[in-house]
């Protein structure tokens, strides 16, 4: 009698912590997926890999040009600039069509060229840096080296160029890191300059 009690105590225990962790993930889950990175845009500049299955000769690195466009054998100027890598892939493909039977290719962004964030003041190492898909203030500072000593980490300024007006968002890192105001720490956008005084 103890031991059928025991049982259902325990299977009653875990009823109840499968019933809590399912609320829990299930909460949890929309709130990841408001987070969703934007798709990488290509601009001038940038460095593409293209590659044609079984056409070799087609395969090749191309730089986008200043107005935003490459030049592929057999189709000529294309314009990249604003495309994600799939989308310019879709538009090679069609094209190639022509000229090719059921052509595969395939667009791979080497180096990003044309978005940069700029990191200044007290970090190990100043200067511009490929802003990657997603990449936040915390990511920056990391890629910049971390924080130089003497760095004043309360005060990090970020400054931003949006539709012709520059406006300053504030970072403080030792609030971050404590775990206050997290949403601080915000996703950067082209050409934002991290100043740490």
Do not use: C
Not at 38 to 60: A, H, M, Q
Not at 123 to 131: D, E, I, K, T
Not at 178 to 190: E, F, R, V
């Amino acid at each position: 009698m103890i031991i059928r009690n025991k049982y259902k105590w325990m299977t009653l225990f875990l009823f109840s912590v499968l019933l809590v962790n399912t609320a829990i993930f299930s909460w949890i889950k929309p709130a990841i997926a408001q987070t969703k990175v934007p798709s990488y845009l290509i601009g001038p500049n940038d460095l593409l890999n293209i590659f044609v299955w079984r056409e070799p000769e087609l395969t090749r690195d191309i730089t986008v040009m200043h107005d935003g466009r490459i030049t592929f054998p057999l189709i000529g100027e294309v314009m990249a600039k604003g495309k994600t890598a799939t989308e310019l892939k879709n538009v090679i493909t069609e094209k190639l069509r022509d000229y090719i039977t059921a052509p595969q290719v395939t667009v791979i962004v080497r180096e990003s060229r044309s978005r940069r964030i700029y990191t200044v003041g007290k970090v190990n190492a100043p200067g511009p840096y490929p802003l990657e898909p997603g990449m936040t203030v915390i990511q920056a500072i990391s890629a910049a080296g971390g924080f130089a000593e003497w760095a004043d980490t309360k005060n990090i300024l970020i400054i931003r160029n949006e539709d012709g007006k520059k406006e300053q968002l504030h970072y403080n890192h030792k609030e971050f890191m404590s775990g206050k105001n997290l949403n601080q720490n915000i996703m950067l956008k082209p050409d934002d300059t991290i100043v740490v005084p």
